[in-house]
C-alpha cells in the first residue's frame, strides 16, 4: 500500500514565478492536509481539502496561495508570485475521514526562492 | 489555537541510554501523534495515543489526557534515533498543532 506521495521532492523558483506542489493520498483516503515548516520551527497547517472541496483554509496566507483537490487527480498547492520567505518545506497528509483519524504525511516538497 | 509545549529542546545521549521526551499542551484533545523527524527530513509516523499508553520495539508513549501531557520514552538509544521529535495534538479540529520538537543526537 503506497503511502502518500509529494512532487517534486525539491523545486527551486526565481522570485515572481509559480509553484505548483502535488499531493496523491494513501489509498483509501480522501481528507488530504497541507502543512508548512518553515527553518527550524514546527509544522503549521495551512489547509484542509477533501474530493472538490476545501472545508478549512484558516492558515493559508490571503493572497497568492491557492488549493485544490479535483475528482481525479492530485491535490495541488498552489503558490504565485513567489517571494524569498515561501522557502520552506511543503507537507501534504491524508486521512481516512473527520473527527480526528491518524494522519499520514508525505516526504514533503522543499521550495527554494531565489 | 491549542498551545504545544515540548521539553528538553535539545537532548545528547550516548548510545545505549533511555530518554523521556515530554509533551505538554494547553486544551483537552481528540487525539495525539508523535512523529519522528529524521536527519533527511522525513516524518516518520511513531505513535497515535489520544490517551493511555503504547509499546513499539524500543519506543513508548503515554497520554494523560486530563492532565494535558504526553511522555515518549526511548529505551537503549541507537543513533538512528537522532533527529527531531515532534509532539502533535488535535483538540478536535480539523488539523494537528505541532509542537517546536525535541532535537535529539544519540552520539556513539
Known amino acids: 500500500n503506497a503511502g502518500v506521495m509529494q512532487n517534486p521532492r525539491h523545486l527551486v523558483r526565481r522570485r515572481g514565478q509559480e509553484a505548483r506542489l502535488r499531493c496523491s493520498p494513501m489509498?483509501?483516503?480522501?481528507?488530504v492536509y497541507w502543512y508548512r515548516q518553515l527553518p527550524e520551527e514546527g509544522l503549521k497547517f495551512m489547509v484542509y481539502?477533501?474530493?472538490?472541496?476545501?472545508?478549512?483554509e484558516s492558515g493559508m496566507p490571503k493572497e497568492r496561495f491557492s488549493a485544490e483537490f479535483p475528482k481525479e487527480g492530485p491535490s495541488i498547492l498552489r503558490i504565485q508570485q513567489v517571494v524569498r520567505g515561501d522557502s520552506a518545506a511543503y507537507f501534504c497528509?491524508?486521512?481516512?475521514?473527520?473527527?480526528?483519524?491518524?494522519?499520514?504525511f508525505g516526504p514533503g516538497t522543499r521550495l527554494t526562492v531565489t | 489555537g491549542i498551545q504545544v509545549e515540548q521539553s528538553p529542546p535539545d537532548l545528547i545521549l550516548q548510545e545505549g541510554a533511555n530518554s523521556t521526551l515530554r509533551c505538554n499542551f494547553s486544551?483537552?484533545?481528540?487525539?495525539l501523534q508523535w512523529f519522528h523527524q529524521n536527519p533527511w527530513g522525513q516524518l516518520i509516523n511513531l505513535f497515535y495515543?489520544?490517551?493511555g499508553t503504547k509499546q513499539n520495539g524500543r519506543l513508548s508513549a503515554t497520554t494523560v489526557a486530563t492532565e494535558r501531557y504526553s511522555l515518549l520514552y526511548i529505551s537503549s538509544s541507537q543513533t538512528t534515533d537522532s533527529g527531531v521529535y515532534f509532539c502533535?495534538?488535535?483538540?478536535?479540529?480539523?488539523?494537528?498543532?505541532f509542537g517546536t520538537g525535541t532535537r535529539l543526537t544519540v552520539i556513539p
Open positions: 486544551d483537552s484533545v481528540n487525539n
Open positions: 497528509a491524508s486521512s481516512p475521514g473527520t473527527g480526528g483519524p491518524e494522519q499520514y
Open positions: 481539502l477533501q474530493k472538490e472541496n476545501i472545508i478549512d
Open positions: 489509498k483509501g483516503h480522501s481528507h
Open positions: 502533535a495534538p488535535n483538540p478536535g479540529a480539523n488539523n494537528l498543532f
Open positions: 495515543i489520544p490517551s
